[in-house]
C-alpha cells in the first residue's frame, strides 16, 4: 500500500479550474506563516539570551525549592525583531530600569543582544521596553536650530543623552559650569551653541575674558555685552581689570541684597552675569609670563586674575554671577587652585585622557577613561546638578560663520 503526504507547502496541482490570483495569495499566506516560525524562533532564541545574560549579571533572583535552588529571571514579553530589536519585560520585586542600563550591566547585557547599547523605557506597572541600539546613539551628529531663549530662567539646549533624552539647562537654576577638552574635542562649539542661545536675553549679560577672541570680542560688535568682554593678549592687566570690576559690581549686589532674601534675581536691571573664561589656563600663563612689580609695587597680574576669579566662583551664585570656564585640563594648578576647581556645579568633559577625566568627575569616572580618551569631537561626560556622570553629544551649530550670524542677528542691543 502506497500512503501520499500532502504538502502543504506546495500549492496543489490537480484541477484545472483554480480560481484567479489564488498562486499569488497562496505564496502570500506561506510568506506570512514563514515569517511568523522566524519571529517566533528570534523571540525564543533572544529571550534566551536574555536571560542567560540576567543570571551572569545577577539581574535575577534564587529562590529555594524542595529540589534544590531556581534562579528566575525578568519575564520576557513580546520581542519585536526590529530595526531596532526590542523587547518588553516585567521587572522583578525590587528592581529598576536603570539596573539595566548601569555602567557595570548595560554594555554587557548590550553585547550580549548583539548590540551597542540599551534603552530601557518604563510600560506600564512593572513592564519596560528594552530597546537594543545597533551602533553607538551617539555617532551622528545633530545640528543646534537658530534658536534664542527670551530668559536665563528658560532652558538651553546643552546636548542629548545616549536613550535620545535632550538635555536643557538654565543658566539661571545652577550653579558654575566647567568644559575640559583636548585640542579640538568640542569645549568652543559647546559655547557657540550655548552663548546664540542667551545672547537675546534682557536678564542676561554674556562677559568675561577670551584670549582667542574667537568666542567673544568681534562677533558681538555692536550688542550690549561687548563692552564687558575683554580679548587678546595685547592687554594682558585689562583682563585683570575687567575681572576685578565684575568683583567690584558682585560686592555691590551682594550689600544690596533685598530684606528677607538671600540671593539677588536675575532681571533686566540685574541682568545675570555670565563671565566666561575661555582658555583660562592661557589666560594664566599670559599673566604669569609678565614682568613682577617690584616688592610693595603691586600684586602681580597673575595673583589678580587668579583671585578675582576665586571670589566670583566662591560667591559670586548669590549675586547672579555664573562662571562658564573652559580649559583644556582642570589641574589645580591651571585653574587657579583645588578650591576653585570645586566650585563648578556642572562639569563636562570632552576628549581627555582617564586622569583628567577623574580630576573633574571623580574616581568612579577613571573607569570611563579608557574608551573617552579617543571619543569623537562634541561626545562628552557630563555631571553634576543631581546626575550621575553621563554621556552626552553636544549639538553642533556649523561654521564660525554660522555663529557670527547667529549672535549679530539674536546679540541683544541697546534700545534706541
Ligand atoms: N558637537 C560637535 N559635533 C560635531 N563636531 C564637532 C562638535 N564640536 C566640535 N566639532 C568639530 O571639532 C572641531 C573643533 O571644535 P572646537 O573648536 O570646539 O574644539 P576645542 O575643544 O575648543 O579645541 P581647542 O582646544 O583647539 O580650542 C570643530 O571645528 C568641529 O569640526
Ligand atoms: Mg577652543
Excluded at 52 to 76: D, F, I, K, M, N
Amino acid at each position: 500500500m502506497t500512503t501520499k503526504t500532502l504538502d502543504r507547502t506546495r500549492p496543489p496541482t490537480t484541477g484545472h479550474r483554480r480560481p484567479p490570483g489564488f498562486i499569488s495569495r497562496w505564496r502570500a499566506r506561506r510568506a506570512e506563516r514563514d515569517q511568523t516560525i522566524a519571529a517566533h524562533r528570534l523571540a525564543q532564541a533572544v529571550t534566551a539570551e536574555f536571560r542567560e545574560a540576567c543570571t551572569a549579571l545577577r539581574l535575577c533572583q534564587y529562590v529555594s525549592v524542595a529540589a534544590g535552588v531556581t534562579v528566575r529571571t525578568p519575564r520576557v514579553g513580546a520581542v519585536h525583531g526590529g530595526p531596532p530589536m526590542s523587547l518588553s519585560v516585567e521587572l522583578m520585586a525590587g528592581q529598576e530600569p536603570a539596573d539595566f542600563t548601569s555602567r557595570e550591566n548595560g554594555p554587557r547585557l548590550a553585547h550580549s543582544l548583539g548590540g551597542h547599547g540599551l534603552r530601557v523605557e518604563p510600560l506600564a506597572g512593572r513592564w519596560v521596553r528594552v530597546t537594543v541600539l545597533n551602533h553607538d546613539p551617539l555617532r551622528d551628529r545633530f545640528g543646534l536650530p537658530s534658536l534664542a531663549v527670551n530668559s536665563g530662567y528658560e532652558a538651553l539646549i546643552l546636548g542629548r543623552t545616549e536613550d535620545g533624552i535632550t538635555l536643557g539647562h538654565a543658566f539661571t537654576d545652577a550653579g558654575h559650569l566647567a568644559g575640559q577638552g583636548q585640542n579640538g574635542s568640542g569645549k568652543t562649539n559647546l559655547c557657540y551653541g550655548l552663548l546664540s542661545q542667551v545672547a537675546a536675553a534682557p536678564d542676561v549679560l554674556v562677559t568675561g575674558s577670551d584670549i582667542t577672541g574667537l568666542l567673544l570680542g568681534r562677533p558681538w560688535d555692536g550688542t550690549v555685552h561687548r563692552p564687558h568682554q575683554v580679548v587678546g593678549t595685547g592687554d594682558v592687566p585689562a583682563h585683570a581689570v575687567l575681572l576685578e570690576d565684575l568683583v567690584s559690581e558682585m560686592d555691590r549686589r551682594l550689600a544690596t541684597i533685598p530684606p528677607r532674601r538671600d540671593k539677588i534675581e536675575a532681571t533686566p536691571t540685574t541682568p545675570l552675569m555670565l563671565v566666561v573664561l575661555e582658555e583660562f589656563p592661557g589666560l594664566l600663563r599670559a599673566a604669569d609670563a609678565l614682568p613682577k612689580p617690584k616688592r610693595g609695587e603691586g600684586v602681580p597680574v597673575g595673583d589678580r586674575i587668579r583671585s578675582a576669579v576665586l571670589r566670583l566662583l566662591s560667591e559670586g551664585r548669590k549675586a547672579a554671577f555664573r562662571v562658564l570656564m573652559l580649559a583644556q585640563r582642570f589641574e589645580a594648578t591651571a585653574v587657579g587652585g583645588g578650591y576653585a576647581r570645586d566650585q563648578f556645579a556642572l562639569r563636562i568633559s570632552f576628549r581627555v585622557p582617564a586622569d583628567s577625566l577623574a580630576m573633574l568627575h571623580g574616581d568612579d569616572a577613571r573607569p570611563l577613561g579608557r574608551e573617552h580618551a579617543n571619543a569623537a569631537a562634541g561626545i562628552a561626560y557630563l555631571s553634576g546638578l543631581g546626575r550621575d556622570c553621563e554621556r552626552i553629544r553636544v549639538p553642533y551649530l556649523g561654521e564660525y560663520g554660522e555663529y557670527v550670524d547667529r549672535i549679530q542677528a539674536h546679540g541683544r542691543r541697546a534700545a534706541s
